[in-house]
């Protein structure tokens, strides 16, 4: 059974910068499929972050690709967030998740770009 | 970005009711139409891809059709574990999008 699981700090200051990993058990992460970052606020709903595939191509939405940076760790079977010069509209629940499509581009025709497996989510508050 | 608007925000409805939720994008989309269910404090749950696939698990009760802008998510008898906010999701461009939600409550 494939899980994941959000760590990180659940508190960061303004300016500074925003780390979590997330585990992923019951799956090799080198074998395939996309990974994704997916925050949700209030204020803004959810939104996606940004996708990483095993082999280390990233996509980012590009509303914080400035500040983004997502990473993966095979050894580890982990991939990794940071999200540098927060604000308070950065507070959110920010959760990791696998892409059910293996063998597709992103925004390829036969690309589904559905989120079937999440982790549980952990909120990260952005104040002094 | 491609906007994606539900409706309605909120719907009140019995249990064994039929239930329909409608997302409109702002540009056509194709079928690359994602719904989801979300009870509070937990992740959303994948419930249809592609419009109208099943995702493996899910009740036959919940149906999801339409393309290019105008999609439906149906749930043919609501049951009291269908009580939750549901949202949808576009995938055909960058950057990913999601609905604002409709929330199903108990009548």
């Known amino acids: 059974q494939v899980q994941l699981q959000e760590s990180g700090p659940g508190l960061v200051k303004p300016s500074e910068t925003l780390s979590l990993t997330c585990t992923v058990s019951?799956?090799?992460?080198?074998?395939?499929?996309?990974w994704g970052w997916i925050r949700q606020s209030p204020g803004k709903g959810l939104e996606w972050i940004g996708t990483i595939y095993h082999s280390g191509s990233t996509y980012y939405n590009a509303s914080l690709k400035s500040r983004v940076t997502i990473s993966v760790d095979t050894s580890k079977n982990q991939f990794s967030l940071t999200l540098s010069s927060v604000t308070a509209a950065d507070t959110a629940v920010y959760y990791c998740a696998r892409d059910l499509t293996q063998g597709q581009e992103l925004f390829s025709s036969g690309w589904y770009g559905a989120f079937d497996i999440w982790g549980q989510g952990t909120l990260v508050t952005v104040s002094s | 970005d491609n906007q994606m608007t539900q409706s309605p925000p909120s719907l009140s409805a019995s249990v064994g009711d039929r239930v329909t939720i409608t997302c409109r994008a702002s540009?056509?989309?194709?079928?690359?139409l994602n719904w989801y269910q979300q009870k509070p404090g937990k992740a959303p749950k994948l419930l249809i891809y592609?419009?109208?696939s099943l995702q493996s698990g899910v009740p036959s009760r919940f149906s999801g059709s339409g393309s290019g802008t105008d999609f439906t998510l149906t749930i043919s008898s609501l049951q009291p574990e269908d009580f939750a906010t549901y949202y949808c999701?576009?995938?055909?461009?960058?950057?990913?999008?999601f609905g604002g939600g409709t929330k199903v409550e108990i009548k």
């Open positions: 540009q056509s989309i194709s079928s690359h």
């Open positions: 999701q576009q995938s055909y461009s960058d950057p990913l999008t």
């Open positions: 019951g799956y090799s992460i080198s074998s395939g499929f996309y």
């Open positions: 592609a419009a109208s």
